[in-house]
């Protein structure tokens, strides 16, 4: 089996433009999160008036202007975090084989601001100035559309579109495709950019989000006992997946191993997860079972932790049936308690932090952990980062409709490199 290795990481979040910028953030317990700026939410009579933006954004800092003015702010995001991702990796392009390397960077929700926008042109002036790049500033697969043409990848082009598991999807895809030899190297993330009034609207009447707008910073609280909701978070993420002997052969810093992948659906509710934690279970023991992995060998878990009452109970639940009493030995945090919940770039975002948690040996903090919750009772490594050795971490992402994601990773072991498990 060939094996896979991270060799880039890209990501633009509300903690920075870059991944020194998140990494720096997240272990200095440091909020993304503030009142949104963007737009009055208090003129759209919004119950939240919070959320993890991306702040002093100049996309002509990195893209040429004519072609920014085209791309919806989510393909930004992923540009810009693809261009990091590759030039991290050291990859010559005119040296690797184009048709062995391809994309997969999905969105949960894509162009919401450039709907918005065109259906008030479109009711305004009339359907003659709706705008020509519409449909192709916005739809979906842009971002690896425009990804792949930046760096001329002609193999596996495609995008995933499972919620707020989107971005773990897409690594894990994107693992398989190089695993079976489709690919030496791929490209792979999520993004999103939703902080919209339409957006915030839609989440806040489901009552999903939190309302504590008179503290952002202290607002997304996962395992916390007085959590009320998600904050919604905005950016990209990305990373640069390649068949170990071919990041070898070019002598490429490895940040970690992707070993194992998971994905099942609960079938149960289109947004709540089921109460025992049966879909949870489920892909966390796959994933492990491909990583060849066992529950005594994990160190740490990179969580879903969304500061949602439901989600927080049922993850912890889920982790206490698989790992039994070492559950109470893990290390787990929830960097959404810094940036807010990305949606389809949470699960990337959070694999570059699993894979600097691997790399660093230190391990992000889950801040606004105050007070406890008898439900929510394992090590969370509350408010300050720690340094741990982490040789094996497992990422969670679990999404509208039932959709579950999960990722092993390693630490790369220069003397297993001939293995093939």
């Not at 929830?334 to 040996?361: C, D, F, P, Q, R």
Request: glycine share 10%; aromatic share 8%; net charge negative.
């Amino acid at each position: 089996m060939r094996r896979v290795v991270i060799t880039g990481v890209g990501a633009v979040t509300p903690l920075g433009h870059n991944v020194k910028e998140l990494w720096e953030g997240l272990i200095n317990g440091r909020s993304g999160i503030d009142t949104i700026k963007r737009f009055d939410p208090v003129a759209y009579n919004l119950p939240v008036h919070i959320a993890g933006e991306v702040k002093d954004f100049d996309p002509k800092k990195y893209l040429d202007p004519k072609d920014a003015k085209r791309m919806s702010d989510f393909v930004k995001f992923s540009m810009v975090a693809a261009k990091e991702a590759v030039a991290d990796s050291g990859l010559e392009l005119d040296k690797i084989n184009h048709e062995k390397a391809g994309v997969i960077i999905g969105t949960g929700i894509g162009g919401l601001r450039d709907i918005e926008n065109q259906q008030q042109v479109l009711l305004e002036k009339g359907a003659r100035r709706v705008s020509p790049f519409f449909i192709p500033s916005g739809i979906a697969n842009m971002a690896s559309g425009y990804v792949s043409i930046e760096f001329g990848f002609k193999g596996p082009n495609t995008c995933v579109v499972t919620a707020c598991a989107t971005g773990t999807h897409s690594i894990g895809d994107a693992f398989k495709i190089i695993q079976r030899g489709d690919a030496d190297i791929m490209i792979a993330g999520g993004a999103e950019s939703a902080i919209t009034p339409l957006g915030i609207a839609g989440f806040a009447n489901m009552k999903a989000l939190s309302t504590r707008n008179d503290e952002p910073q202290k607002a997304s609280r996962p395992f916390d006992a007085e959590r009320d909701g998600f904050v919604m978070g905005e950016g990209a993420a990305t990373v640069v997946l390649e068949e170990l002997e071919h990041a070898l052969a070019r002598g490429a810093e490895i940040y970690a191993e992707v070993v194992g992948y998971g994905m099942t659906g609960d079938a149960y509710h289109i947004t709540a997860p089921c109460a025992d934690a049966d879909g949870a279970i489920r892909v966390i023991n796959a994933a492990m079972n491909d990583a060849r992995v066992n529950p005594d060998e994990v160190d740490y878990i990179n969580a879903h932790g969304t500061s949602t009452p439901l989600n927080d109970k049922v993850e912890t639940l889920a982790i206490k049936e698989i790992f039994g009493e070492r559950a109470y030995q893990l290390k787990i945090s929830s960097i959404k308690s810094m940036i807010g919940h990305l949606l389809g770039a949470a699960g990337a975002v959070e694999a570059v932090a699993t894979a600097l948690t691997i790399k660093n040996g230190i391990i992000p903090p889950t801040i606004n952990y105050e007070h406890p919750d008898p439900d929510c009772d394992l090590d969370y490594v509350p408010n300050k980062a720690i340094e741990y050795p982490v040789k094996v971490a497992i990422s969670n992402s679990f999404g509208f409709g039932g959709t579950n994601a999960c990722l092993v990773f390693k630490e790369y072991e220069w003397f297993f490199r001939k293995s093939t498990f």
